[in-house]
Structure formats: C-alpha cells, structure tokens
C-alpha cells in the first residue's frame, strides 16, 4: 500500500512518491492518494491491473467521505461539462448497465436505514471506524 501526493503541474523537484499534477497515477487497491493545495490540474487516476478503480470511505476534517460515489443522485447535481469529465476520466462508467458498488452497505430504504442507525447506537458501534 502506497501513499501519494499530487503536487502542482510544474513542480520541477519532486519527492517520493510526489506525482505533478496533470499526469496520471497506476493506483492498487489500497492505496492512499493525497492531494496537495499546490495541485493546479486534474489527475487521471488507472487501476494498475487494467480493472475499474475501486473507491473506499475517507477521514476529511475527521468527517467520513465516500471518495466518490457517482450514482444517480451525484451525477445529476453536476453539470454537463463535469460529467463529461468523469466519464473521460473513468469510461467504464459510461457503459450502459454497468453497476458502481458504494464503498460500504447502504440499505435501500429510509426505514431499513433508520434500524441500521438505532442497531449501531444500541450498541454503541461506530457506522464507521478508521483501519487500524
């Protein structure tokens, strides 16, 4: 497991595992990619054995986040042009019928949700906890 910074596009000097802006990364299941406030361009991200990149939960300001979901909800807050992006940027997304896993269970319904919710509280369980 690897962990990467994006760096700006034009950083000459680059550190381990440093990567400019703009390029794209091999990324394997498990890796860490960090991107840095100096990151001024878009990254293409390629799952090193050929397959789709899978997406796991994140810590950001201690908040958990999905790295990205682009289900239907998602996709129709964005506008043409970001679509078009992430579709560029995964194409396997575009295919007709393909089905995007979310990072962890979500129950399809609001009442389903709620008993998954209380089960966790009653038990006092995190819904999500930090690998160790």
């Known amino acids: 497991m690897a962990t990467y910074v994006v760096v700006a596009k034009d950083q000459s000097s680059l550190g381990p595992n440093e990567i400019n ?11 860490q990619v960090i991107i840095d406030p100096s990151a001024d361009d878009n990254i293409k991200f390629e799952a090193a054995d050929g397959g789709p990149a899978q997406f796991e939960i ?4 201690d908040a958990e986040t999905e790295s990205l979901y682009p289900g239907p909800q998602a996709l129709a807050s964005l506008g043409p042009a970001a679509v078009g992006e992430l579709y560029q940027l995964f194409p ?3 295919l007709p019928g393909v089905t995007i896993r979310m990072a962890r269970f979500v ?3 609001g009442r389903a949700m ?11 369980k995190p819904l999500v906890e930090r690998a160790a």
């Open 21 to 31: 802006a703009g390029d794209t990364i091999y990324v394997e299941d498990g890796d």
């Open 58 to 61: 994140l810590f950001s300001n």
């Open 92 to 94: 396997e997304l575009a």
């Open 107 to 109: 129950p399809e319904t």
């Open 114 to 124: 709620k008993r998954l919710a209380a089960r966790h509280q009653k038990n006092h």
